[in-house]
T-cell receptor, first 110, second 116 residues
């Protein structure tokens, strides 16, 4: 069974700092990997989707990378803003379901 | 982009009653929808896979008689929590893929269920 781990569990940074969130998974046989943002008490907002054949995806200040062979993905956030404060979840897709990590709670201090 | 709408967003019910949560795909047809549950400080866990026109597939440890799933149309799946207990209090969220071969998931807004 796929196990997904996210490190760190919580992160607090000053505004403007660049940061990296980590996601690791145990089974490299994946279809894709998706990064989500979850605000308190809310649903999930999809940030980036990386197909298994891709190495990275970029959207604005966000860049996600995927190293399938080593079972790792990173989410890079450039020039962080207070509005980026949320929990970030990575999810590994097997084609018919997703396995989620426990998330990284990010706080960006103004 | 594709939208998945979930209703209600919050519900409080008394112990022993049943609660129905709806998940709709607004601008696409979803032959398969997924129901997840999230406890505080924990990750989302898949409860069941809902298939239009057939019985849902439940994950190990999920009681099918307690969590009734109906996927009667290509745009609607419902989750009914029957005889709810306080330990069923959780955040429930549904998701759907755009279609066959498309593995990007879109999620509903989630439902916060509190059983008192």
């Amino acid at each position: 069974k796929q196990e997904v781990t996210q490190i760190p569990a919580a992160l607090s940074v000053p505004e403007g700092e660049n940061l990296v969130l980590n996601c690791s998974f145990t089974d490299s046989a994946i279809y894709n990997l998706q990064w989500f943002r979850q605000d308190p008490g809310k649903g999930l907002t999809s940030l980036l989707l990386i197909q298994s054949s891709q190495r990275e995806q970029t959207s604005g200040r966000l860049n996600a990378s995927l190293d399938k062979s080593s079972g790792r993905s990173t989410l890079y956030i450039a020039a962080s803003q207070p509005g980026d404060s949320a929990t970030y979840l990575c999810a590994v897709g097997t084609g018919n379901q997703f396995y989620f990590g426990t998330g990284t709670s990010l706080t960006v201090i103004p | 982009g594709a939208v998945v709408s979930q209703h209600p967003s919050r519900v409080i019910c008394k112990s022993g009653t049943s609660v129905k949560i709806e998940c709709r795909s607004l601008d696409f047809q979803a032959t398969t929808m997924f129901w997840y549950r999230q406890f505080p400080k924990q990750s989302l866990m898949l409860m069941a896979t809902s298939n239009e026109g057939s019985k849902a597939t439940y994950e190990q440890g999920v009681e099918k008689d307690k969590f009734l799933i109906n996927h009667a149309s290509l745009t609607l799946s419902t989750l009914t929590v029957t005889s709810a207990h306080p330990e069923d209090s959780s955040f429930y969220i549904c998701s759907a893929f755009l279609g066959p071969g498309n593995t990007e998931a879109f999620f509903g807004q989630g439902t916060r269920l509190t059983v008192v």
